[in-house]
C-alpha cells in the first residue's frame, strides 16, 4: 500500500501539494509508509485501535441506542503542520484569547465594549450564557478563560479559518495525549528523524495553570477536577487529566461547603479545596443559584466563589463568549481591546437576528451551513447542499421563528488528509482543534486535535456524528 495512487483532488491536501509530491515536510513520513507493505500498514492501524481500546479511550453518545460507550476511533496517518505555520497559529490564538478574556470581563464589568456600541447590547443579554449572577465578579488575576478549545478550518485557498471558540468545558485533550503515544510506537523511526514537537507536558502545564489561580500564601494548595460522573460523553478525559496531574477526581457528592469554605470529603474527614477545574457546565454547579433540579453541583459553592475562597476553571460565565452569534464579533473585540488586527480570520458569518442577513440566508439554504448558537458535537445544523428541500424547509421555520439563534456561514471546501479506506488511502475533511492555557502567560500545546470525517464525501468531524481523531505533527526545519 503506498501513496503512488493517492488522489488529494480539488481541496487543500495537509500532507500532499500534487499528485506524488508530498509536502517537505512530509516526505519523510511518506517514504516511510511507502517503504511498508499493505500488509503492514493495515496492521499497524488495527495495533492502534487496540492500543486505544486497552487504553480505554472512549466517549459517549447519549442519542445512541446501541450503548454509552464507545471507543474513539482512530487513523494512523497525521496531519503535518510546518512550524511556520505554527507560529502564525500560534500568535494568532494568544491574540485572540487575550481579546475575549477581556470581553468576558467587560461583559460583567464595566460594559464598555456595549456603551462604546461595539457589539448590540441586546446580544449580550439575551445570549444564554450570560449569567446574571456572574455580574461583578472578581476571577483571580482577572482571568475567565484558563483552558480554551479554538476549533481552526483551513479552506481550499490554504488559509486558516476560526470556525468556533470553546471556553467553558472544551474537550478532547485527552485524545491528543493518547494519540501521540501510540503514534510513538506506530511509527517508532519517523519519530527519530523527524522533529517533531512534543505534547506531553500538556498536564504539566494545566496543573500549573491551575495552581496558579490559588491564593500566594498557601504553600501546598488542593486542586480537584469536577467530574458530573461516569455517564458524562469525556468521563474518559476528567480521569485520565486527573490521573496526569496527580489530583483528585471528584463529583459534586464529595463536596460540600462547610464553615466558607469548600471542602472535600475523604477517609481522614473533611479537607479544603482551593481550585476546581471544573467540567460541569455552569447551570449545574449550585443548585442554590442556577439549575434548582441538579444533582451535579454543590450547594452554596456560588458564594464560596464570589468570596475568593475557591478559584474554579474556566470561570464561570465563560460562555457568553461561545455563543455562535458573539462569535461573529470577535475581531471587533480584537481591534477595541488591542487596538490590533486580527491575525486569524473568522468564517464569513450572517447573522440571522438582521433583517437583510436573514433574508440572504433563506434564499441560500442549498448553499450555507446554518448553525444554532448554541448548540454543539455537530447537532442543530443545517449543511444546506447536503440537505433535503424538507429539511431546509424545516430549518427556515426555525430560523424565522427565533433569528437570534441562528447564524448561517458558506460551506467551506475543509483540507484533507489521506486516510486508511481497507487497502488505499483516500482524503477525509478535518478541522483542529488546539488547546489554549491562560495563567500568567498564554501558552499554546503544539499541535492539537485533528478530527476527521470518517464517512465518505462527509463535512462533519465530530465524534458524536461519525468522526475520528488523528494525531498532529508541528514539525521543526531540519538542520
Given amino acids: 500500500m503506498q501513496f503512488n495512487d493517492y488522489e488529494p483532488g480539488d481541496f487543500y491536501d495537509e500532507l500532499f ?53 464507545r471507543i474513539f476511533p482512530f487513523d494512523i496517518i497525521p496531519r503535518i503542520v510546518s512550524a511556520e505555520e505554527w507560529e502564525l497559529i500560534e500568535r494568532g490564538l494568544k491574540q485572540r484569547i487575550y481579546a475575549l478574556n477581556q470581553f468576558i470581563g467587560d461583559v460583567y464589568g464595566d460594559l464598555k465594549i456595549l456603551r462604546d456600541g461595539i457589539i448590540p447590547t ?31 478550518v483551513r479552506d481550499r485557498d490554504g488559509q ?10 472544551p474537550s478532547g485533550v485527552s485524545y491528543v495525549l493518547e494519540n501521540r503515544r501510540v503514534m510513538k510506537s506506530t511509527f517508532p523511526l519517523v519519530f527519530n528523524t523527524m522533529k517533531i514537537q512534543p505534547v506531553e507536558d500538556y498536564p504539566s502545564h494545566l496543573l500549573e495553570t491551575l495552581l496558579n489561580l490559588a491564593p500566594p500564601h498557601l504553600s501546598d494548595p488542593t486542586v480537584v477536577v469536577l467530574t458530573p460522573g461516569i455517564y458524562n460523553s469525556a468521563y474518559f478525559e476528567h480521569s485520565f487529566l486527573a490521573q496526569q496531574m496527580g489530583v483528585e477526581l471528584v ?13 472535600m470529603r475523604t477517609t481522614k474527614g473533611l479537607q479544603r479545596v482551593d481550585v476546581i477545574y471544573r467540567r460541569i457546565d455552569d447551570d449545574f454547579i449550585d443548585p442554590l443559584v442556577f439549575r434548582s433540579d441538579s444533582m451535579l453541583g454543590v450547594p452554596g459553592l456560588m458564594d464560596v466563589y464570589r468570596s475568593g475562597r475557591v478559584a474554579i476553571a474556566n470561570a464561570l460565565g465563560t460562555g457568553v463568549a461561545d455563543d455562535k452569534v458573539i462569535y461573529a464579533y470577535v475581531p471587533y473585540m480584537i481591534r477595541y481591546y488591542l487596538n490590533e488586527d486580527p491575525i486569524l480570520s473568522n468564517v464569513l458569518t450572517y447573522l440571522c437576528w438582521e433583517p437583510d442577513q436573514q433574508s440572504h440566508v433563506l434564499a441560500n439554504l442549498d448553499k450555507l451551513v446554518v448553525k444554532a ?47 486508511l479506506f481497507d487497502d488505499h488511502f483516500e482524503g477525509c475533511h478535518v478541522d483542529l482543534r488546539p488547546y489554549i492555557l491562560y495563567g500568567k502567560e498564554i501558552y ?7 478530527r476527521v470525517a470518517l464517512r465518505r464525501g ?22
Fill in 160 to 169: 486558516w479559518y476560526v470556525l468556533e471558540d470553546n471556553l467553558r468545558c
Fill in 444 to 450: 499554546v500545546n503544539p499541535g492539537g486535535l485533528t
Fill in 17 to 69: 501539494i500534487a499528485k506524488g509530491q508530498p509536502r517537505p515536510e512530509a516526505i519523510p513520513l511518506v517514504n516511510r509508509i511507502n517503504a511498508l507493505s499493505a500488509e503492514e500498514v493495515r496492521r499497524r492501524q488495527q495495533a492502534a485501535q487496540i492500543a486505544m481500546f486497552k487504553m480505554g479511550v472512549t466517549f459517549n453518545v447519549y442519542s445512541d441506542g446501541q450503548g454509552t460507550e
Fill in 373 to 419: 448558537a448554541n448548540e454543539s458535537g455537530g447537532y442543530g445544523m443545517l449543511v444546506g447542499p447536503h440537505a433535503t428541500q424538507e429539511q431546509r424547509d424545516e430549518f427556515a421555520k426555525r430560523i424565522q421563528a427565533s433569528p437570534r439563534n441562528y447564524i448561517a456561514q458558506p460551506t467551506l471546501c475543509l483540507s484533507r488528509v489521506p486516510t
Fill in 251 to 263: 463529583e459534586g457528592r464529595d463536596l460540600v461547603v462547610q464553615d466558607g469554605y469548600l471542602q
Fill in 122 to 152: 441586546e446580544l449580550i443579554y439575551s445570549a444564554t450564557g450570560f449569567l446574571k449572577p456572574c455580574i461583578g465578579l472578581k476571577p483571580p488575576g482577572g482571568i475567565w478563560c484558563h483552558i480554551t478549545g479554538t476549533d481552526l
Fill in 458 to 479: 462527509s463535512l462533519v468531524v465530530n465524534s458524536s456524528q461519525g468522526g475520528g481523531s488523528k494525531d498532529t505533527w508541528v514539525v521543526c526545519k531540519s538542520n
